[in-house]
Every structure is written in structure tokens, then in C-alpha cells.
């Protein structure tokens, strides 16, 4: 399966540089000096895995190139990564996510970064013709199970057997797909949406802020901003150890500086509404798990505790040990659940998320996943609720 990826710079030397640092591995690749001269190639070739695109070029930069090949309803599911040497602050990259990047680097790229982060791509198109290949031969199933049925009804019942096979491989692959969506929404978009609040404040509110107030919400954008992006990297490591079948790696981690780094994140969120964050769990606790899915568990579980607590209230954290299990709890004062929305909270992935108490939205796919990371440590999940009592939900890994 040929993987085609574009190289957009008007600069010879870093197209060249590019396809150095990745000829070691099979790819195709096909060269553009400017925007105009990517489109015309794209005029002609429009199945390429991944787009590598220069941001400042003369005439045409890489905003207003990418804007223009994704005005093409073939060309939308093509992932852009920016190359850029100078537009790395935060308006520059939200202007280039805008425009339809899926991903920046820096210049002077580093080759192991750009090997990575071009792999992860590959793999996802290759999953991606894979998963379109098995659609074609399902509606090819479809079509002859239509002109066999009223020939030989053996036949059918054993095109149907196939039919319910591949059914269930194409489910695998989307649950799959899914929960990289999912991790990448609960985990990166909570702390994006604090990071964009406090830029929209420093941004409109200029004049009416004072130097404390300045530093406070520069702090918040800083430190967000490195948290974001090493979490942004560990989110496509992830990716990788998905596609090599072998997604789960528990390690000894400090349970109170894990959590600590999840709240962290979150804090910004809780801060619109004025919910306090509490860290109870003890200093000394150590847990065996991986500590990305742990990360989306306890963000998740704190995200939604936050959804569901009204103004003024507090989401409590702590943890205690049983046996050879910790228990970690997830306390919220919030607006509570009744004993038919506990019973299918972890089970249907499908669920449609309800509106929070400032009409929050969510997918709903969270809790699904949460229950599956607990799952796959050995552990337990179980929720203690009742309708303006608030929340608690009770989770177990295995401790150290």
C-alpha cells in the first residue's frame, strides 16, 4: 500500500533535508517549490497520506495553500502538518489549526521528530484504506446476497456468516479508531478550551488588567501551553504503540503527582466556575499503571465532576489502599444522578453525554473508555449518586 507524502517549501535545501530524514523508510514523495505549484500536483494526484507544508512562502503562504486545498471535497481527509520557523506562538498556531493543520514543527526540525510524527500519519492512512477496502467488500457481500436469496437459501445463510465476520472486524476497527479520537478530545481539548479563555482575556481586556493579573493569566497560558504539548506527545506515542498491537504498559508511578498533573490541567476550567480542585491523596501512594490511560481516567472522571457541579462547589480526589488495590475516589458537590442513569453510565458507548450545569457538551464516549483503561489494570469502577447529593465515583488499580 503506497504511502504519498507532499513536500511544500520554496526553499530546495529543506525540501531536500525532509526527504533525507525520511528516505529510510517506503515512501513516495513528490516535491512543491510554492502554494500554486502544490495545487497543480494536487490538480492531478489526490491520494496522498500527508501533506508537509512551509507556513512562510512568498506569494501564496502555507495558510492561505492549505485554505485552498481543503476548499476541495477530495482533498479534506489529507492531513496538513506545518513547517514553520518563526509562527510558534499561540495566535499563529491557532491560526494554522484553523486553516485545517492537524500538527507543527519547528525549524530546524529534529529527524527522529519528524520520522515519528510522519509514521503516525502513514499508519493511520494505511488503517484508513484498509478499513475502506472492507467496506468495499461488504457492499460486494450486500450485492450478492441480494441475487443468491431467491436461488439457494444455503448460500445466503453462509454469506451471511461471512457478513457477520467481517462485521465485527470493521467494529473492532472503529472501536479502535474511537478511542484514539476520544483520548485525543477528553485529554487535549479541556486543556486547549483554558488555554484559549485566558489568551481571549489577555487579548480583549488589555487595558483593564493589572500587572498581577497580566502575570497570573501569562502564567496560566505558559504553563498550559508546555503541558499541552508533552501530553500532545505522549497522546501520538500512544498512537504508535496502538498500531504495534501492544497499547498497554503499566509502570510504578507516584499516584499524588499523577493525579497532581491531571488537576493541574483542569484547573483553569474549574477556576470559570469557581469550583474548587482538592488533591487528598496520600504523598506516599504508589500505583502500577500506564500512566497515559490513567491520565484520561482521572481527567475524564474530575472533566465530568466539573460539568456537573454547579458554581461554587468542589471536586475532591482521594485514595486509600485495599489489599493489593488502590482505591481512588472522585467526590463532587454537584447536581447528583438518579438510579437509571448510574445503571447505564459505563455500558453503552453510544450513550448521548448530557448537558452540564452551564450547558456543557461532551460525547458521551468518555465514560466508555474510562470503564475499559479500568478494566484492562484488573480494577473496578462503580458509581455512589443520588439527585442533588452529588457524586462519587470509585475506581481500583493495582498498587505498589
Partial sequence: MPVKILLVDDNENNLLSMEVALEKVNYTFFRANSGREALRIL?????????LLDVKMPIMDGYETAELIYQRDKL??????????????????????????????????????????????AE???????????????????????QLNHELEQRVMERTLALESMNRDLQALNLSKDKFLSVMSHDLRNPLTALMVSAEKLNTNQESLNQQQVKQ????????????????????????????????????????????ESLDL????????????????????????????LRSI???LVTNAIKYTPDGGSVIVNAKRNEQMACIFVEDSGIGMNADIKERLFKNPDQKSLSGTNNEQGSGLGLFLVSDFV??????????????????????????
Fill in 266 to 293: 483542569l484547573r483553569p476550567n474549574a477556576q470559570q466556575k469557581k469550583i474548587t480542585l482538592q488533591n487528598h491523596t496520600p504523598k506516599d501512594m504508589e500505583v502500577m499503571a500506564d500512566a497515559l490511560m
Fill in 43 to 51: 490538480l492531478h494526484e489526490d491520494d496522498f497520506s500527508l501533506i
Fill in 298 to 300: 482521572v481527567q475524564n
Fill in 124 to 146: 493511520l492512512y494505511k488503517k484508513n484504506q484498509l478499513l475502506r477496502k472492507q467496506e468495499e467488500k461488504l457492499q460486494l457481500i450486500n450485492s450478492d446476497l441480494v
Fill in 217 to 260: 493569566l501569562s502564567q496560566i497560558i505558559f504553563r498550559t501551553s508546555n503541558k499541552l504539548l508533552n501530553q500532545l506527545n505522549e497522546v501520538i506515542e500512544w498512537a504508535k504503540k496502538q498500531s504495534q498491537k501492544t497499547s498497554f504498559y503499566p509502570e510504578r508511578i507516584r499516584l499524588a503527582s499523577g493525579i497532581e
Fill in 375 to 400: 478494566s484492562q489494570h484488573g480494577g473496578q469502577i462503580d458509581v455512589e449518586s443520588n439527585i442533588g447529593a452529588g457524586t462519587t465515583v470509585r475506581f481500583t488499580i493495582p498498587a505498589v
Fill in 76 to 121: 479534506k481527509q489529507i492531513p496538513i502538518i506545518f513547517i514553520t520557523a518563526h509562527d510558534y506562538e499561540e495566535a499563529a498556531m491557532f491560526k494554522g489549526y484553523k486553516a485545517g493543520a492537524v500538527d507543527f514543527i519547528r525549524k530546524p526540525f529534529n529527524p527522529e521528530i519528524l520520522r515519528s510524527k510522519v509514521a503516525v500519519f
